[in-house]
């Protein structure tokens, strides 16, 4: 089949907002009477309606995921590398779902929403989610979209989870369910540097326990910061290595300078953190940091991971990178190894990359040679 774009993009694309005027019953018990879920859709959904596949999200993640909302865009959507023709999710193929999960700060119902009951934003009072609650809202997106079962659910990192527990909760909407650089639980240092990233949040004098909209400002600073420790955890030691060194953006060494020295990574890690300040909510980093806490796939399950995946039906893809220390490979082996003692059909590959938790999102030929042949062998 010809590809329509002769650069494997999905070109210009539009964002779509559906509402949902049926209750959600949350996990912890609260009702969102409503709500809107905004996504993009890339490819064509065929006439049976079995070529859907959902990407699911990562903790700063949203619902442009691959092309451009316009020719103007400097940059594509976040994932452009591995969605479009000819591509590892291959749009000449499948029809490719992506969207910004509830508590979102792009568009869908989330903290800098107006709580219909108070006609202010939600802000703090937004109620606490966990990756379930995602889960339930994406089955009744699918169902707006006629999509009975997707052909493939797929994530990294956080997206991970939400497709692993798309296994368990809906385990006949799925064929296969791919889980990349991500994990079955949190660690103590990963919940530790979550903890420590929003008590830079929260400690900004510009927070008001939640409630910074009401004073019209943000905690830009400590949002910042937050965002500074994250990268931080999400690149390797080589790969800032390789990248900064000891390289200085300014100033030098020699005795009797009295300017400040000021090293690349330095500069690098405030350049990220101011620029995802001005385009992230504060309310919703910490709303998606917990829910990546309180994630434990087998909790329910006498927390043997196996009895949780004896739920399940699809076939699995399971992708590690090696200098991912913030979800490491290891952790990667342990949801194949649950998968293996529930006697479930798993396909795994650890991706030689310098990138850390990063290399999900980045080029890389093996990666994207495996993920592709994967892709390619599920019927649609």
């Known amino acids: 089949m010809p590809h329509s774009h002769p650069t494997g993009s999905v070109g210009i694309v539009t964002p779509s907002t559906q509402r949902f005027t049926d209750p959600l019953i949350l996990a912890n018990g609260d009702v ?73 700060c792009h568009g869908s119902t989330g ?60 385990p006949n909407r799925l064929r296969h369910c791919a889980v990349i650089a991500s994990a079955m639980k949190l660690s103590a240092q990963n919940i530790a540097f979550n903890e420590t990233a929003r008590q830079a949040i929260m400690s900004d004098p510009d927070f008001h326990d939640g409630d910074y909209l009401e004073f019209d400002t943000y905690p830009k600073h400590g949002l910042s910061i937050a965002r500074m420790i994250g990268h931080i955890t999400y690149l390797s030691g080589d790969g800032m290595g390789e990248k900064f060194g000891r390289e200085l953006r300014k100033g030098n060494f020699n005795l009797g300078e009295r300017d400040l020295v000021e090293f690349e990574i330095e500069s690098y890690l405030r350049y990220q953190g101011e620029r995802f300040s001005g385009t992230f ?62 006697r479930k059909p798993v396909t795994y590959a650890e991706i030689e990359s310098s990138h850390g938790h990063d290399a999900f999102l980045v080029p890389n030929a093996r990666y994207h040679d495996v993920f592709s042949r994967y892709m390619q062998q599920i019927t649609i």
């Open 111 to 170: 903290p800098v929403s107006i709580n219909p009951k108070t006609g202010k934003a939600w802000g703090a009072t937004f109620p606490r989610l966990r990756v379930r609650d995602w889960v339930h809202s994406q089955a009744k997106l699918a169902d707006h979209l006629g999509i009975d079962t997707w052909a493939a659910v797929i994530g990294g990192s956080l997206g991970g989870m939400q497709a692993m527990r798309w296994s368990l909760e809906y």
């Open 281 to 342: 909510d504060a309310n919703t980093y910490i709303l998606m940091t917990r829910a990546l806490d309180y994630f434990d796939l087998s909790r329910e399950y006498g927390n043997d991971p196996s009895q949780a995946f004896a739920q399940s039906k699809c076939k699995f893809l399971v992708l590690s990178f090696s200098s991912d220390w913030r979800f490491s490979p290891q952790r990667s082996k342990e949801i194949v190894d649950a998968l293996i003692a529930a």
């Open 32 to 104: 969102l009477e409503e709500y809107d879920l905004v996504y993009e859709t890339y490819g064509t959904l065929n006439q049976s309606a079995s070529n859907a596949v959902l990407i699911c999200h990562a903790l700063s993640g949203h619902h442009h995921a691959a092309g451009k909302h316009s020719p103007d865009d400097r940059k594509p959507g976040w994932w452009d590398n591995y969605i479009g023709p000819g591509k590892a999710i291959d749009t000449d193929r499948f029809f490719v779902v992506s969207l910004n999960n509830l508590g979102g």
